[in-house]
Nanobody
Framework: QVQVMESGGGSVTTGGSLRLTCVVSGGRYKHYSMAWFRQIPGKEREGVAISSSTGRTVDADSIKGRFTSSRDQGTNVLVLDMRNLKPEDSGLYSC??????????????????WGRGTQVDVSS
């Protein structure tokens, strides 16, 4: 059974930084595609960063320049470094794992396993 565990959320003021870490373990596959999503109140869930099973990462245009994702080759650990945070970044950040993607840049994958999410709150 696949387990997805997020950590690193919290409360910061505008301009602050946070690091989110997602660890995927278990299941029948050695490596998974992984992604960070965020749910901001009043908005649809948004893909923030995606990583292929081979370690390639792509960050969404909406957060480029402020957020950077990284994944060490050969691991199922996806890190999201968030800098210059703004109040509009506040929300629930969730990590997901997938075995198959048909539209990588569009976050189109079979996201079958999700973590519980970690809350990010940015105050002005």
């Amino acid at each position: 059974q696949v387990q997805v565990m997020e950590s690193g959320g919290g409360s910061v003021t505008t301009g602050g930084s946070l690091r989110l870490t997602c660890v995927v373990s278990g299941g029948r596959y050695k490596h998974y595609s992984m992604a960070w999503f965020r749910q901001i109140p009043g908005k649809e869930r948004e893909g923030v960063a995606i990583s292929s099973s081979t370690g390639r990462t792509v960050d969404a245009d909406s957060i480029k320049g402020r957020f950077t994702s990284s994944r060490d080759q050969g691991t199922n650990v996806l890190v999201l470094d968030m800098r210059n945070l703004k109040p509009e970044d506040s929300g629930l950040y969730s990590c997901a794992a997938a075995n198959y993607c048909w539209g990588f840049s569009e976050f189109s994958c079979d996201w079958t396993d999700w973590g519980r999410g970690t809350q990010v709150d940015v105050s002005s």
